[in-house]
T-cell receptor, first 115, second 114 residues
Framework: DGGITQSPKYLFRKEGQNVTLSCEQN?????MYWYRQDPGQGLRLIYY???????QKGDIAEGYSVSREKKESFPLTVTSAQKNPTAFYLC??????????????FGPGTRLTVL | AQKVTQAQTEISVVEKEDVTLDCVYE???????LFWYKQPPSGELVFLIR??????QNEISGRYSWNFQKSTSSFNFTITASQVVDSAVYFC???????????FGAGTRLFVKA
């Protein structure tokens, strides 16, 4: 079955540690995205990638980093520079960044808690 | 600048009632796309519908229907004969034609009571 997988489902981090959230898709989509969702709020874009080996900052990129070395993978690293990282993180992909195929399909999410 | 407003924070209905979720958007572009997503308690967003700005036809899919009105910049979502399984947070979203990111509204939490 095609889809998006995220791991781990739950992640606990101590202050000062970097952690990496995994996102893999087998939909052959060009574009991939990372969003952050805080309780009772909408989605905010952290980073996006229109195509492999390329990525752009979203609205709240500070304290985060990404890579896109393979089409199917778009890992997100939450660094110690991110002051308030406790949140629900959602990865998504779409056939393309723009045009008639830009609806996004989402993974199950990773809930990150800083202890 | 693009903006999506979902003024209803929470709605509570009894099973079998009809319910309409409102979405108002702002954009300066003539080409844009509107979306609705459902986020059940499990957390994963599920894509429901995409509509482009040149297609104002209303759409019906089972118990779901969408009313797109450019004159009022609205893209409302109606669930007919609601069921408990419809309980979720629903997000409306907008993306402009070329090279712009998708903006999500704050979401409307729907409670359907048995």
């Amino acid at each position: 079955d095609g889809g998006i997988t995220q791991s781990p489902k739950y992640l606990f981090r101590k202050e000062g540690q970097n952690v990496t959230l995994s996102c893999e898709q087998n939909l052959n989509h060009d574009a991939m995205y990372w969003y952050r969702q805080d309780p009772g709020q909408g989605l905010r874009l952290i980073y996006y990638s229109q195509i492999v080996n390329d990525f752009q900052k979203g609205d709240i990129a500070e304290g985060y980093s990404v890579s896109r070395e393979k089409k199917e993978s778009f890992p997100l690293t939450v660094t110690s520079a991110q002051k308030n990282p406790t949140a629900f993180y959602l990865c998504a992909s779409s056939v393309s960044w723009t045009g008639d195929y830009n609806e996004q399909f989402f993974g199950p999410g990773t809930r990150l808690t800083v202890l | 600048a693009q903006k999506v407003t979902q003024a209803q924070t929470e709605i509570s209905v009894v099973e079998k009632e009809d319910v309409t979720l409102d979405c108002v958007y702002e954009t300066r572009d003539t080409t844009y796309y509107l979306f609705w997503y459902k986020q059940p308690p499990s957390g994963e967003l599920v894509f429901l519908i995409r509509r482009n700005s040149f297609d104002e036809q209303n759409e019906i899919s089972g118990r779901y229907s969408w009313n797109f009105q450019k004159s009022t910049s609205s893209f409302n979502f109606t669930i007919t004969a609601s069921q408990v399984v419809d309980s979720a947070v629903y997000f409306c979203a907008l993306s402009e034609g070329v090279g712009f990111k998708t903006i999500f509204g704050a979401g409307t939490r729907l409670f359907v009571k048995a």
